[in-house]
């Protein structure tokens, strides 16, 4: 089953299951990537409060998936990260992730939202007053 | 198959019966082929450590070794592996072993895989040497082309 993709606004949110599946990773990334393309958004939250545990191979998903949102000109948010992922991802070693985080949803969409302003907008517009 | 030492077998022993002062060991074996072999051993990994005793985040720490072994298992071996947790209470203290093993290629050259950074599959480069951070001990023997075995532990006083 594909990981649903909400739209608030200008703003992709996704929750990532326990039992993600790498099958699910790379359509969760074409759906996320295609949506942001055809100028429905200008980024994605992407929600792990439901993921147990956060491996190296997770962490390399999620990083990858930032990666790719950035390039395509969006920005990704990782949000609603549990305690004792943060301790295990620090304690397992640097850098583990790599991309823009926040607190809750609420955060990362705030965050999506100040980031696209901050550089003028999804087309870059040079402010008009 | 090799036996840990001091951990009897319970599928030699037959099933523990419980008694006022004598305690089994709890043991979860579970073949890992598949993401959601994976997904469901280190669910259980947690749970063992929670019922003996280890702290939330200890628990989680455990989880986590417990995922990037079983996430080894299903990447770099075509048949799976075996994950193996045995959970040992003294009056005192709690041990949890952990053994992960298959038949799949080896790894060519052990120390580069346990060097930060290193990966053959476009992975971060950080399985091995962040699950033994995670962890109170860790060996790995491995021999290519006949397969790979990680036995790590973890302890609470």
């Known amino acids: 089953m594909r990981v649903p993709i909400l739209r608030l606004g200008r703003v992709l949110l996704t929750s990532l299951p326990a039992d993600l599946t790498d099958q699910q990773v790379m359509d969760l990334q074409i759906d996320a990537l295609a949506l942001i393309q055809a100028g429905k958004a200008d980024g994605l939250v992407i929600d792990i409060t439901a993921a147990d545990v956060v491996d190296s191979y997770m962490a390399r998903i999620l990083s990858e998936t930032a990666k790719m949102v950035k ?59 | 198959m090799s036996r840990s030492p001091g951990f009897p077998d319970p599928a030699v022993l037959g099933p523990a019966i419980p008694g006022p002062d004598v305690v089994g060991p ?50 770099h071996t075509t048949r799976g592996g075996l994950i193996r947790l045995t959970a040992q209470d003294t009056p005192d203290a709690s ?31 950080c399985g091995l040497p962040g699950t033994r951070r995670l962890v109170d001990s860790f060996t790995i023997t491995t021999r290519v082309g006949e397969g790979t075995r990680i036995v790590c532990q973890v302890r609470r006083p």
Do not use: C, W, Y
């Not at chain 2, 280190?42 to 995922?67: I, K, N």
């Open chain 2, 95 to 125: 041990v949890i072993e952990l053994v992960a093993e298959d038949d799949g290629p080896g790894i060519p050259d052990l120390a580069l895989a346990m060097e930060d950074g290193f990966s053959t599959r476009g992975g971060l480069g």
């Open chain 2, 26 to 75: 709890d043991v979860v074996v579970l073949r890992v082929t598949s993401e959601i072999d994976a997904a469901e051993v280190r669910q259980e990994a947690r749970r063992l450590a929670l019922r003996h005793g280890f702290s939330t985040v200890r628990a989680h720490g455990l989880a986590t070794a417990v995922s990037e072994l079983a996430m080894n298992l299903v990447l």
């Open chain 1, 71 to 129: 390039i395509m000109g969006g920005v990704a948010v990782l949000a609603g990260m549990q305690p004792a992922v943060a301790l295990t991802l620090v304690e397992m070693g640097r850098d583990m992730i790599d991309m823009e985080t926040a607190f809750d949803l609420e955060g990362g969409v705030a965050k999506v939202g100040r980031m696209v302003a901050s550089r003028g907008g999804r087309h870059d517009e040079v402010p008009t007053a």
